[in-house]
C-alpha cells in the first residue's frame, strides 16, 4: 500500500460528517471543594462518540490505568493507594468518563486489582472496561490462557467490553504467530467473542508500517473490532518512520476499513504537557488559559473516527485539567492545525529521548532507573536548563543545577553508569528506543560536566 495523507479539504468533509455520530454526556457543572467554595469549572457536556459496529456510546476522555498514585506500604513497597484511585474514579465518572483501560502488567500486576475495585462500586453495565493479553514473557498457550482467566477474577467482572491483544508489531508476524497463533490463543479469543466474554477484540500497535499493514491483512481472518494506536501531533506525522509509523498513517487505513480507533499517549507520555519554553509561550500566546496538553488533547478529538483518547491521570489536577478539555470539547480549525504542525516539526529537532515513560523496561535486572534518568535529561532540555560548553554564559550555573537535580532525581547506584548494554530493556521498549546507547550518551555528558571537558 501506498501512503497516502488526507488532505485539509477531505478531512474537514470528514468532520462534518462524523459529527452527526457524535453525542454527548452530562458533565456537572463544577466541583466543589470541602469549604462550599467552587475550585473548578467545567463547563458544558463530556464529548461522547459512537462505535458504529455496536452502538457503544463512549468518553472522548478514556482513562489509562497505567499510572495510578502510589504509596509506601509498611514494609516499604510500592503499592497503588486505592483511596486516591477511588477519588479519581468517582470524579471521572461524575463528569461523564466511562471507558478504563488497564492490563494485568500494569503497575508489576497492580493496576486491574485497584482499577477493578474502584468500578465494581458502580453498575457494571455504566461503563466499559478494557484490558488485554500481555504475554510478554511467557507466550505458551498454558500461561496465556492462566494470565487471560486471571483477569476475569482480579477485576471480579464476567466480562470484557474490549480486549486487546498487547503490544504488537515489534517482532513482526514472527511473534505475533509465538505470541497468539501457534499456540491456538486467537482462536480461543473468536470463541470468547462468540460467546460474549469479549465484546470487542482488537489490538495496540507499536511497529513499523509493513507491520502494522500485514496485521491489517487478518481483518478478513479474524475481523478486528478496533485497533489502538499511537496517535499526537508529533507522531501524526514525525514518527521515525523505521522503527514506529506515522500515525496519519495508521488512522486512515483504518479509517478505509471502518474499524473504530482508539487512541495511546497522545501526550508522548507527558512530553506534550510539559515542552520546551519556546513552544510553550507559542501555545500560551493563543489560549492563555488553556494547558499545554489541552492542544494535544483537542488534537487527537478533531479526528472524528477516534473513539476514545487515554490518558494515565495521576493526580486530581491531570484529571480535573483534561476534563476542562473533553467537556464543552473545541475541535482544533484549520489553521490551528496548520499552526500545532509547526510546533510539532519544532518538538521533533529538540535533543530529547522519545522516552514515554510507561516503564515497559522495568525492572532493569541491574537496578537502573532507566524512565527517571530519560525524565531528568528530558526535563533540563524542555526547561533550557542544559550546559552545552565552557564558553557559554552562566555555564557553571547550568552545569551545577543539571547534577544536583540529575542526584536528586536519581538514586546513586541506580544512575546511567551502572549500565552495563544487557539489552534486556530494549526488546520491552513499544518505541523501539536503543537503551543503552541513549543511556551511555547521558553518562558520557555527565563525566564531560564533571570533568570539565565540554
Given at each position: ?82 483511596q486516591k484511585v477511588n477519588e479519581l474514579v468517582d470524579k471521572a465518572i461524575a463528569y461523564g468518563v466511562n471507558y478504563f483501560d488497564t492490563s494485568p502488567t500494569y503497575l508489576r500486576g497492580q493496576s486491574e486489582k485497584a482499577t477493578g475495585i474502584a468500578l465494581n462500586r458502580y453498575p457494571r453495565k455504566s ?194 485539567d483534561n476534563l476542562k478539555s473533553f467537556c464543552n470539547f473545541k475541535p482544533l480549525t484549520e489553521e490551528e492545525l496548520e499552526f500545532i504542525e509547526k510546533m510539532a516539526s519544532l518538538i521533533h529537532d529538540y535533543p530529547t529521548v522519545n522516552c514515554n515513560d510507561c516503564k515497559y523496561c522495568m525492572p532493569c ?90
Open positions: 500500500m501506498e501512503k497516502k495523507e488526507i488532505s485539509r479539504r477531505e478531512f474537514l468533509k470528514d468532520v462534518a460528517i462524523g459529527s452527526a455520530a457524535l453525542t454527548v454526556a452530562a458533565c456537572a457543572p463544577k466541583a466543589i471543594s470541602k469549604d462550599g467554595e467552587a475550585e473548578l469549572e467545567i463547563s458544558g457536556d463530556m464529548e461522547m462518540r459512537t462505535n458504529e459496529a455496536n452502538g457503544d456510546r463512549i468518553s472522548l476522555l478514556g482513562y489509562g490505568c497505567m499510572r495510578w498514585p502510589m504509596i509506601k506500604d509498611d514494609e516499604g513497597n510500592d503499592v497503588i493507594d486505592q461503563y466499559y472496561l478494557a484490558t488485554k493479553l500481555s504475554n510478554f514473557n511467557d507466550w505458551s498457550r498454558e500461561g496465556s490462557l492462566k494470565l487471560y482467566h486471571d483477569s476475569f477474577t482480579t477485576m471480579q467482572t464476567d466480562w470484557f467490553d474490549y480486549y486487546l491483544l498487547h503490544s504488537i508489531g515489534r517482532g513482526g508476524m514472527d511473534a505475533f504467530n509465538s505470541r497468539y497463533v501457534d499456540n491456538g490463543l486467537v482462536d480461543f479469543l473468536l470463541k470468547e467473542r462468540e460467546k460474549g466474554k469479549i465484546r470487542q477484540l482488537g489490538f495496540s500497535f507499536h511497529g513499523p508500517k509493513d507491520s502494522f499493514d500485514q496485521f491489517l491483512a487478518l481483518h478478513d481472518k479474524y475481523h478486528w473490532d478496533f485497533v489502538q494506536i499511537q496517535m499526537n501531533y508529533v507522531d501524526w506525522a514525525h514518527a521515525d518512520g523505521v522503527k514506529n509509523v506515522n500515525a496519519n498513517y495508521l488512522y486512515e487505513e483504518l479509517d478505509k476499513r471502518k474499524i473504530a480507533i482508539t487512541v495511546m499517549e497522545p501526550l508522548q507520555g507527558g512530553r506534550l504537557a510539559s515542552v520546551p519554553d519556546a513552544i510553550e509561550r507559542q501555545l500560551k500566546e493563543r489560549e492563555p488559559q488553556r494547558s499545554t496538553s489541552s492542544w494535544a488533547f483537542r488534537f487527537v478529538g478533531t479526528y472524528p473516527k477516534v473513539l476514545t483518547a487515554l490518558s494515565g491521570m495521576t493526580y486530581m489536577s491531570h484529571l480535573e535486572p541491574f537496578g537502573i532507573d532507566i524512565p527517571g534518568i530519560f525524565k531528568s535529561y528530558n526535563n533540563s532540555v524542555n526547561d533550557g536548563y542544559i550546559a552545552q560548553s565552557r564558553e557559554q554564559e552562566d555555564y557553571a550555573r547550568l552545569k551545577r543545577r543539571y547534577l544536583i537535580n540529575y542526584n536528586r532525581s536519581v538514586e546513586t547506584l541506580r544512575q546511567a553508569d551502572h549500565c552495563i548494554s544487557c539489552g534486556h530493556c530494549v526488546r520491552h521498549c513499544p518505541q523501539s528506543i536503543d537503551i543503552p546507547r541513549e543511556l551511555r550518551k547521558i553518562d558520557l555528558y555527565i563525566e564531560k560536566l564533571k570533568k570539565d571537558t565540554l
